[in-house]
């Protein structure tokens, strides 16, 4: 059993359990706090997307909520002019590597990167940066699965979960720089692969970088360890 401290959020207090991490604790709070790459299950925070931050009392500059505990007596601010002017430029720099042709994306109307668009008041086409679309090939080899690494956010989740949790390894982190892409080792085809079309992955992507042929998934908003039930 979990000792439980309480901390102040926006001046008001919250209980949560001792160690738990700020972003959590404030989304149980009903306090939104914007996120892509965080997944509760995951025992260390992946801290890519630099989307959660917030201000702590007594700290100099913001910490990124998905990685911060809380403590007795922690002050935490979701919001002020330097976060919300972080959280904007985090999204902007996501949107200009990111193909928006959602029109014809699967994800659409159910992608995260929409709904953080309309949250932080973000133009799903920001005019202060260069689009830099990579242009990757798709992969649509697998008889269950659509890969299409120019609308990934590199948010790691389906990496996670291939690796972590089902145990594949089929998924990773391939380049560097601008050129980093989620793929199999070696860029192989999917469908060349140990993959067994268990769609975990697809289930925790935010976005329509991976997609099921045919026919939509569960939300990627559903906890990791219940997705998947019943294949």
Not at 33 to 47: D, N
Not at 157 to 171: A, H, K, Y
């Amino acid at each position: 059993m979990h000792d439980e401290v309480t901390f102040f959020l926006d001046g008001q207090p919250v209980q949560a359990r001792a160690g738990e991490k700020i972003l959590w604790a404030a989304l149980r709070a009903g306090v939104f706090i914007p996120h892509l790459c965080a997944v509760e299950e995951r025992p260390e925070p992946f801290g890519a997307c630099r989307l959660c931050f917030v201000e702590v009392e007594g700290r100099g500059l913001p910490v990124t909520a998905c990685s911060e505990p809380v403590s007795e007596g922690l002050r935490v601010h979701s919001r002020s002019e330097r976060v919300d002017r972080l959280r904007r430029a985090a999204l902007e720099l996501l949107l200009s590597h990111h193909d928006l042709d959602c029109r014809h994306c699967p994800r659409n109307r159910r992608c995260a990167l929409q709904k953080l668009a309309k949250a932080l008041k973000v133009p799903l086409r920001p005019q202060r940066l260069r689009k830099l679309v990579p242009g990757f090939p798709i992969d649509d080899s697998h008889p269950e699965i659509v890969l299409n690494p120019n609308r990934c956010v590199l948010c790691g989740r389906c990496v996670w979960v291939c690796n972590e949790v089902v145990g594949c390894g089929v998924l990773d982190f391939v380049y560097r720089g601008l050129e980093t892409r989620v793929a199999p080792f070696g860029l192989e085809p999917l469908a060349q692969t140990t993959c067994t079309g268990c769609l975990r992955c697809v289930e925790v992507c935010p976005v329509g970088a991976l997609t099921r042929k045919g026919k939509p998934v569960a939300s990627s908003d559903e906890p990791v360890a219940a997705a998947g039930k019943g294949r």
